[in-house]
C-alpha cells in the first residue's frame, strides 16, 4: 500500500522506525508482526528534542521497514512516563523482546547509550499498542 492511500485511510498518523539499525528494526518489525511485541518504548529527551513524535491514544500509526516502505498499523492504547530505574516486568515483556526484566534492562541501556546516552533515572515514553494492519 502506498503512503497517499495510508494517509486518506489513517488520517493524521505518524510514520516511525523501530530500532536503530537495519537487522533491529526487522526483528522488533517481526515481533509485532507476530504479536509478540505490543509495547514499545523511548527516550523522552528524544521526543523533546522534536526527533521524535509523540504517540497519542486512539492514533493508528505507520511502522515502517529499514528502506521506509511501510509495514504495518499500529493503535495506540496507552502512553505512560516512567524512569528507566521503574520499568517494571510486565510492561518490559510486553515489548517480546526479552524473557526477563534483567534482559530488557541490559539491552536497554545498550540501546540508549548508543543513542544520545543512559542514566538509570532517564525519563521514557511507554506505550502500549495494538497490530491493526499489516501491509
Known amino acids: 500500500m ?3 492511500r495510508l494517509n486518506e485511510k489513517y488520517p493524521n498518523n505518524e510514520k516511525f522506525k523501530l530500532g536503530d539499525n537495519e537487522a533491529l ?3 522488533l518489525t517481526d515481533l509485532v508482526r507476530s504479536g509478540r511485541k505490543t509495547a514499545t518504548c523511548g527516550a523522552l529527551r ?4 522534536g526527533n521524535e513524535v509523540m504517540p497519542v491514544v486512539g492514533r493508528i500509526d505507520i511502522v515502517l521497514n529499514w528502506d521506509g516502505t511501510p509495514a504495518l498499523a499500529i493503535k495506540t492504547k496507552s502512553i505512560e512516563i516512567m524512569r528507566f530505574c521503574d520499568v517494571y516486568e510486565q510492561f518490559a515483556l510486553l515489548e517480546g523482546e526479552n524473557d526477563s526484566l534483567d534482559e530488557w534492562q541490559e539491552d536497554h541501556k545498550r540501546y540508549f547509550e548508543r543513542n544520545g546516552g543512559f542514566d538509570e533515572s532517564m525519563e521514557l515514553v511507554c506505550e ?8
Open 46 to 49: 528524544d521526543f523533546r528534542q
Open 2 to 4: 502506498n503512503i497517499q
Open 25 to 27: 528494526c526487522a526483528e
Open 128 to 135: 502500549c499498542f495494538e497490530l491493526v494492519e499489516v501491509f
